[in-house]
């Protein structure tokens, strides 16, 4: 699953304009919309958010008047991310719209999903499923791109859900993934922390236990790995604050 699935993925709430504003702004200053990307017609976003044609119009336009994409004529026009200053990309990072406390609130119940995941994996797994994940792993310790490293990320979360073997985490954590991928997005994005590497490791760490078939190792350790990205999360928001004063 790639991170524009997640970005197009339906809404809770499907009447809400700002809804799909917010989620197109914050995946278009996060990067995970690039610039002079062209966006999905109005009849397919509408299909993928799950929400009326009308409200995809309103929330595009309302993204045009704030200069974040454009619209273009033509055979092969419509609508297309607009490079962004980084003025502007600190002014609407989505990691300043989010306060310190749901931020938290996010990480614990994205820990509480991944951990109880892990917890039933440890139980249902199977030896090839978990050497699967352990492909997956490497390729996310060898990525190179920002883009690349993040959506191998999801991929061990959404497979590590996969395999407890229950459709409601597993919906829940694609519902999680929706706030939580334009956040992670930034922290990728800053190559300089070396995300992808401490995220590796602590993914080779859990799969110790999953393959002993340890439980509470294996839920202790995936409660870890998310919870040192919120406290990554929330130390990179603090320091855009800090920049941004």
Sequence with gaps: MSAHTIVYSQLEQATRTEQVVERLRNAIVAGVLQANEQLPNENELSRLMGVSPMT?????????????????????????????????????????????????????????????????????????????????????????????????????????????????????ELEIQTDWTPLIAALYREQSLKLHTEIAAGYRTLLTPLQARDELNSYLQAQSVINQITDRLLAYKLQLETKGT
């Design 56 to 172: 995809v119009r309103d929330a595009l336009n309302t993204l045009r008047a704030n200069k974040l994409i454009d619209t273009r004529r033509g055979r092969n026009g419509g609508s297309f991310v607009c490079p962004i200053s980084f003025s502007t990309a600190l002014e609407l990072h989505p990691l300043r719209w989010i306060s310190a406390s749901e931020l938290a609130d996010l990480g614990e119940f994205h820990s509480a999903i991944i951990a109880h995941s892990a917890r039933l994996a440890a139980q249902r797994a199977t030896d090839s499923e978990l050497k699967k994940l352990l492909n997956m792993v490497e390729t996310l310790a060898k990525a190179s791109l920002p883009e690349e490293q993040m959506q191998a990320d999801m991929r061990c979360l959404l497979t590590l859900v996969t395999y407890a073997q229950s459709a409601r985490l597993a919906n829940q």
